[in-house]
């Protein structure tokens, strides 16, 4: 059996994946780097749930609707001659909208709130913000989003991820935790 040599567009669906999932790889992130902190991390968990409803609040409020002629995504080539590709029909509710854009929201929440509890950039924080970019790019590739409702996205997160951390550390916030016994 001969070894295929991936070729360019192997290479970039590769990177299209990594856009369509940085949330979930971004988290698992905010997971590893945060599991000692878990005060922190629930605090994260909890943030990141709200930035989930206040996007979906969002684009029920503005109802901004998505770019036309959206590029069809293919996700899973289990079959190369039969792809498995998303459209704009499976969009439902308010996800037919797309300001703000949930994947830059919650990218950029998680980004925003690791580099607000590191107080640092850190290389694992870069490379972070590459996946971040290569969401934005997936996005706009694929014609899901326009560069307002990506800024729009980019600018809620990242408020929100501030914030979240600003919660932290609130003095009622340090006193439960130390009631709990862990810092």
């Known amino acids: 059996m001969m070894m295929e040599i991936p070729t360019y567009e192997t290479a970039l669906w590769g990177l299209d994946l990594v856009g369509f999932y940085s949330f979930n790889i971004l988290s698992f992130v905010a997971v590893l780097t945060l599991y000692r902190r878990w005060a922190v991390l629930l605090v994260y968990v909890v943030g990141g749930v709200a930035n989930l409803y ?21 996700l899973f080539p289990v079959d190369p001659t039969q792809p498995v590709t998303t459209d704009t029909h499976y969009y439902v509710g308010v996800e037919r909208y797309g300001f703000p854009s949930g994947h830059a929201q919650l990218v950029f929440y ?33 014609r899901r989003h326009t560069v307002e409702q990506l800024l729009a996205g980019v600018l809620v997160g990242s408020v929100t991820g501030w914030l979240t951390v600003e919660l932290t550390q609130t003095s009622t916030f340090i006193r439960v935790v130390k009631l709990l016994g862990h810092e």
């Open 54 to 74: 206040l996007n979906w609040g969002l684009k029920a409020l503005v109802r901004d609707p998505r770019p036309p002629n959206p590029l069809p995504m293919v």
């Open 110 to 142: 998680a980004l925003a709130f690791l580099y607000f509890v590191q107080h640092r950039i850190t290389r694992v924080w870069t490379l972070c913000f590459l996946v971040a970019a290569l969401t934005l790019y997936q996005r706009l590739k694929y």
